[in-house]
């Protein structure tokens, strides 16, 4: 069965410093890939996404992640963090079925960020 | 831009009387998705409509049901909301294998 799983619940980090946020996944064929970011109350907003090509991807606010298909991960990062990504980061993994089409998301990780 | 609109953004609903969320889109996606998300949790899909064909998921309660008029619009109905209900919903819209767009949600409280 397809399942994404994000291994940390909690990350807090100071405002400068590097991050990384981890997203482990599991499905039989080539995976799309995504990361989305939401605000308290908000719906989500799309970060990055990875389709094919480049492993590495480039996204909004300065974010980017790597596929690794031998690890079936896609860790997002970012070399140095703002306050305003104080947020919940959620990967998802794209997945068709029969001709439907539906993501199925990680847990989430909740990001603070110390000044 | 909204492109992914949801109404009401807050609602207020009694214990077991009928509600209605609605998601409007701008951008003809012929993928459109309900996800009901508890505090703390990830979004967890309801059902989704490709096209016109209804795709429901094996858990989601009878309670809930669907609607797709048009391209558009699509409605969310809760037959009997419980307490167990409260959540956000959140409505999105992809083309065929595309990215999804996400609404900015509708909270719900039962009260």
């Known amino acids: 069965a397809q399942s994404v799983t994000q291994p940390d619940i909690h990350i807090t980090v100071s405002e400068g410093a590097s991050l990384e946020l981890r997203c482990n996944y599991s499905?039989?064929?080539?995976?799309?890939l995504f990361w989305y970011v939401q605000s308290p109350g908000q719906g989500l907003q799309l970060l990055l996404k990875y389709f094919s090509g480049d492993t590495l991807v480039q996204g909004i606010k300065g974010f980017e992640a790597e596929f690794k298909r031998s690890q079936s991960s896609f860790n997002l990062r970012k070399p140095s963090v703002h306050w305003s990504d104080a947020a919940e980061y959620f990967c998802a993994v794209g997945t068709s079925t029969s001709g439907t089409y539906k993501y199925i998301f990680g847990t989430g990780t909740r990001l603070k960020v110390l000044a | 831009d909204a492109m992914v609109i949801q109404n009401p953004r807050y609602q207020v609903t009694q214990f077991g009387k009928p509600v209605t969320l609605s998601c409007s889109q701008t951008?003809?996606?012929?993928?459109m998705y309900w996800y009901q998300q508890k505090s703390s949790q990830a979004p967890k899909l309801l059902f989704h409509?490709?096209?016109?064909?209804?795709?429901n998921e094996a858990d989601t309660p009878d309670n809930f049901q669907s609607r797709r008029p048009n391209t558009s619009f699509c409605f969310l109905d809760i037959r009997s909301p419980g307490l167990g209900d409260a959540a956000m919903y959140l409505c999105a819209t992809s083309l065929g294998q595309g990215r999804a767009f996400f609404g900015q949600g509708t909270r719900l409280t039962v009260v």
């Open positions: 499905y039989g064929a080539t995976p799309y």
């Open positions: 409509y490709y096209d016109k064909d209804f795709n």
């Open positions: 951008l003809n996606h012929n993928v």
